[in-house]
C-alpha cells in the first residue's frame, strides 16, 4: 500500500521560491568584476532570475538544452543558477582555469547553447568562439555601459535581456529525476568526464549538507563562498543559502588576502569556504598585518587535505573552528564532514587535533566502505587503508553520454582515494591511488609527509612525489616553497621529520622551487611535479 502524502517533485526553484518568500528581505552581496560592491535581496535575486527564465526562453532555450557559464561568484551566476535550471535547461558551468582546448571540448561535448561569461574571460571567448560548436549566443554579464568592444558578432548584454523581460514566470512542474546542471571532472588524466546532476539528487545534497552535523548554516550566518560556483557547485552553497535563507556575500575575482579579509569583516561573514591552497594566502596576509576575525566563527576546508598546522592556526590565534570536509565532483560534492562526536570533546586537544586531522564523517545519505585489492571490506581499525567507496542518492551512476563505460563495482562507486575508517567512523584520506609512494611493497601517504613539511615555519608550500628507485621501486622527494625572506636548508627540512613519522617514510631528497603547479581547482598538480622531476637523482640511488 502507498503512503498517502502529496507528491510534490523536489525541484531547485522550490529553494527560491521559498527565499523570496521566507527570506525576502535577507541580503545578497557581490565584489563586482566592474569594481564595485553590489548589494540587493533574496526578493530581487528571484524577481531577476524570473526574467532571466524570460530571457532564455526569448533566446529559444528549451527544456534539456545546456547553457554554460564562464564565471566567478557573483549574484548574476547566482540568478543563472536558478534561471537555468529552474527553467528545466541544463546548467552547465565551465572552468575558465582550464586550457582552452578543454573549454572548447567540453562545451562541444556537452552541446552548450548559449554561454553567459564574465568581463574577465573575454580574451578566453574570443579564443574559442569561432571553434566551439553549438553555441548560438554569446552573453557578457555585465550592464550596457561596461559592454567591452569585441570581434565576437552579435555579443548580447545580460543587463538588455533582464531588461527587456517582465518579472511575472510560473517556474514548470516536472520530474525531479531531470538534468539540473552538469560539472566536468578536471580530467587530470585523459579528456574530462562529465558529471549530471539531477533536481533531486541536489536537493536531497542540499537538507543533508545544511544539517547541524554537516555545514550547519542557518539564517543566522553570513555565507562567504570562495570555492567557486564553476567546479561541483561551490560546493552546494548558492542552494543552500537558499534552503536556510543565510546571508550570502559572493567575492568576484578578487581571492587575494586582502579583498577577502576585507569583505569577510566588512559583511560581518560567519561562514566560509574554500581549498587549503586560498587559505594560505588569506592566514600570509593576516599574519603579517596583524589583522584578527572579529565576526568568522567557522570555515570550510576540502578539496584537499587540510594541514593540521593551518587548523591550529585558524582556531588557537583566531577563534576559526575548521571543517575539514571531503568529497567530488562526482559525489555534488559533499562525503563527510569532520565534525566531533560528543566522546571527543572529552578528548585532550592532541587527541582532539588527531581526529580533526580526518576528513570526517558521512553525511546522511551516503555510505562508504574501504576495500583491499581483492575488494574484500577492510575492518574499521583507523589503521588499515584501502580503496574507498561510495554510494547515495547524490552519487554519479554514469557519466555524461556513457563515458569511460560503467564506473560502479557492485553498485559502488571507487573514488580512487586510499582511505581508513576508526571505530566511530571518522575516514581519513592517506592519499589518492595515484599519489600514493610506493616503496618496497609498502605504501607512503604523500599527505601526511606534506603535512609535517608544511608545520616548519620556513616553509610556505610543500608537496612530496614518489621518484623512481631502483631498489625500492619509488622512495619520496619533497618538494618545498619558502617563504618569502626565509632561509631553510636541505639538512634542516630533513632533521624536522625526525620523530614525527616513520623513519623510513622520511623524504630521501629535498628540492626547492620557486612555486608549485596548481591545477584548474587550486590544488598542487602532482602529475606535472612528476613530469617536472623525472630524471631527479635521488642521493639514496
Ligand atoms: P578533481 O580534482 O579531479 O576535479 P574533485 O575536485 O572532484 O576532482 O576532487 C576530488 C578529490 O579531491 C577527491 O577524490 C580527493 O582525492 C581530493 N580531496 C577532496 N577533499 C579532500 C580532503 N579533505 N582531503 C584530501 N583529499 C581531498
Excluded at 545578497?28 to 568584476?33: A, T
Excluded at 511575472?168 to 546542471?181: R, T, V
Excluded at 568576484?252 to 581549498?275: I, Q
Aim: contains cysteine.
Amino acid at each position: 500500500m502507498n503512503g498517502q502524502m502529496m507528491q510534490q517533485p523536489l525541484l531547485i526553484s522550490s529553494l527560491l521560491v521559498y527565499a523570496e518568500r521566507h527570506h525576502g528581505e535577507q541580503e545578497i552581496v557581490s565584489r563586482r568584476i566592474e569594481g564595485d560592491i553590489h548589494r540587493y535581496t533574496y526578493r530581487d535575486l528571484a524577481a531577476r532570475s524570473r526574467r532571466m527564465a524570460n530571457a532564455l526562453a526569448a533566446l529559444g532555450v528549451q527544456a534539456g538544452a545546456t547553457v554554460a557559464t564562464l564565471a566567478w561568484n557573483g549574484y548574476r551566476h547566482m540568478e543563472l543558477y536558478y534561471a537555468v535550471s529552474g527553467s528545466g535547461s541544463i546548467l552547465h558551468t565551465l572552468n575558465p582555469r582550464l586550457h582552452p582546448d578543454q573549454v572548447v571540448y567540453i562545451a562541444d561535448h556537452a552541446e552548450d547553447q548559449v554561454l553567459f561569461f564574465d568581463l574577465t574571460f573575454l580574451p578566453l571567448v574570443e579564443a574559442i568562439a569561432s571553434r566551439v560548436k553549438t553555441i548560438r549566443h554569446f552573453v557578457v554579464m555585465t550592464d550596457r555601459a561596461h559592454m567591452p568592444a569585441s570581434k565576437i558578432d552579435g555579443l548580447l548584454c545580460y543587463e538588455d535581456l533582464v531588461d527587456a523581460q517582465d518579472d511575472q514566470f510560473a517556474w514548470p512542474s516536472f520530474d525531479e529525476n531531470s538534468a539540473s546542471s552538469l560539472c566536468y571532472t578536471s580530467g587530470t588524466t585523459g579528456n574530462p568526464k562529465g558529471v549530471l546532476y539531477s533536481h533531486r539528487s541536489t536537493l536531497l545534497h542540499t537538507y543533508a549538507a545544511a544539517l547541524p552535523d554537516a555545514l550547519h548554516c542557518s539564517a543566522h550566518d553570513a555565507v562567504l563562498p570562495v570555492v567557486p560556483m564553476f567546479h561541483v557547485n561551490a560546493w552546494g552553497l548558492p542552494y543552500i543559502a537558499c534552503m536556510v535563507g543565510a546571508k550570502l556575500v559572493f567575492p568576484g575575482a578578487a581571492l587575494d588576502g586582502k579583498s577577502l579579509h576585507d569583505l569577510f569583516e566588512g559583511e560581518r561573514v560567519t561562514l566560509s569556504a574554500g581549498v587549503p591552497t586560498v587559505w594560505q594566502g588569506l592566514l600570509a596576509y593576516v599574519e603579517s598585518n596583524n589583522l584578527t576575525f572579529s565576526t568568522m566563527k567557522r570555515t570550510i576546508i576540502g578539496g584537499s587535505a587540510c594541514p593540521p598546522t593551518m587548523m591550529r592556526t585558524f582556531q588557537e590565534k583566531y577563534g576559526v573552528f575548521v571543517l575539514h570536509v571531503w568529497g567530488m565532483t562526482e559525489m555534488s560534492p559533499l562525503g563527510t564532514v569532520c565534525n566531533f562526536k560528543a566522546r571527543n570533546l572529552e578528548q585532550d586537544s592532541a587527541e582532539r587535533y588527531a581526529v580533526q586531522a580526518k576528513q570526517g564523517r558521512v553525511v546522511f545519505g551516503v555510505d562508504m566502505k574501504v576495500v583491499d585489492s581483492l575488494g574484500k571490506e577492510i575492518p574499521w581499525d583507523g589503521e588499515t587503508s584501502g580503496e574507498l567507496l561510495v554510494r547515495g542518492p547524490w552519487i554519479v551512476d554514469r557519466y555524461f553520454k556513457g563515458e569511460g563505460g560503467n564506473p560502479l563495482i557492485d553498485g559502488w562507486f571507487p573514488t580512487g582515494d586510499v582511505a581508513n575508517i576508526d571505530v566511530d567512523g571518522f575516514m581519513q584520506i592517506t592519499d589518492r591511488a595515484k599519489d600514493v609512494i610506493k616503496s618496497g611493497g609498502e605504501w607512503i601517504s604523500s599527505i601526511d609527509i606534506e603535512n609535517v613539511a608544511v608545520a616548519h615555519p620556513a616553509v610556505a608550500m610543500a608537496a612530496c612525489i614518489g621518484i623512481v628507485h631502483p631498489k625500492w621501486d619509488e622512495r619520496p622527494l619533497l618538494v618545498v616553497v619558502r617563504k618569502p625572506g626565509a632561509e631553510l636548508a636541505r639538512e634542516q627540512m630533513l632533521e624536522f621529520f625526525d620523530g614525527k613519522i616513520a623513519k623510513w617514510w622520511t623524504p630521501d631528497d629535498v628540492v626547492f622551487a620557486d612555486t608549485i603547479p596548481l591545477g584548474a581547482t587550486g590544488k598542487m598538480q602532482k602529475t606535472k611535479l612528476r613530469e617536472l622531476y623525472c630524471a631527479h637523482r635521488l642521493p639514496t640511488v
